[in-house]
């Protein structure tokens, strides 16, 4: 059975703050999505990785196979970045979910 | 182009009742994964069909069944509704023949009330 561990549950920054939210995954997921999704419901794709280190403005997403581990970080937060981040294993044709973090950046 | 289209985006129904969501995914995707967003359970994967074949179906009882047309559109059906499955379903489109290996593009969602 696929797993996928996220931490930390929620998380309170200061605007301008370099935010890391983390993500474990088990053996069978081969690919990491990370999502972001604003209050209301809609989910947004940030980053899809099986390998390496993907850049976005702001964000950064690493993985480390080796290690089955994931980061997405985010340099210089503001609060337009508050929303829930969600990191999901993909194996065997299927998401595997995270709890997802919950991030607010304070002005 | 057009984003990924879910009908209706919210709905009430009784106990007992069927319900029928529909998915339209973007021109040209052919996958399409269906999810359930539940505040107890967060995110689930129900099914994930590709060129009408289900490849994948998650942990979910026999009540919930989906099916993907032709044209890559894509229906979930609840049958004998239970109040915990109220919920918001999302679907996802990808443009590439592996699926969830590739970058999803996720619909609003219809969010079911079951009273």
């Known amino acids: 059975k696929n797993e996928v561990e996220q931490s930390p549950q929620n998380l309170t920054a200061q605007e301008g703050e370099f935010i890391t939210i983390n993500c474990s995954y088990s053996v069978g997921i081969s690919a990491l999505h990370w999502l972001q999704q604003h209050p209301g419901g809609g989910i947004v794709s940030l980053f899809m990785l099986s390998s390496g280190k993907k850049k976005h403005g702001r964000l950064i997403a690493t993985i480390n196979i080796q290690e089955k581990h994931s980061s997405l970080h985010i340099t210089a937060s503001h609060p337009r970045d508050s929303a829930v981040y969600i990191c999901?294993?993909?194996?065997?044709?299927?998401?595997?979910f995270g709890k997802g973090t919950k991030l607010s950046v304070i002005p | 182009k057009a984003g990924v289209t879910q009908t209706p985006r919210y709905l009430i129904k009784t106990r007992g009742q069927q319900v029928t969501l529909s998915c339209s995914p973007i021109?040209?995707?052919?996958?399409v994964s269906w999810y359930q967003q539940t505040p107890g359970q967060g995110l689930q994967f129900l099914f994930e069909?590709?060129?009408?074949?289900?490849?994948n179906k998650g942990n979910f009882p026999g009540r919930f069944s989906g099916r993907q047309f032709s044209n890559s559109r894509s229906e979930m059906n609840v049958s004998t509704l239970e109040l915990g499955d109220s919920a918001l379903y999302l679907c996802a489109s990808s443009l590439e023949t592996s699926g969830v290996y590739n970058e999803q593009f996720f619909g609003p969602g219809t969010r079911l009330t079951v009273l």
């Open positions: 069909y590709f060129s009408e074949t289900q490849r």
């Open positions: 021109s040209g995707h052919r996958s």
């Open positions: 999901a294993g993909a194996g065997s044709y299927q998401l595997t």
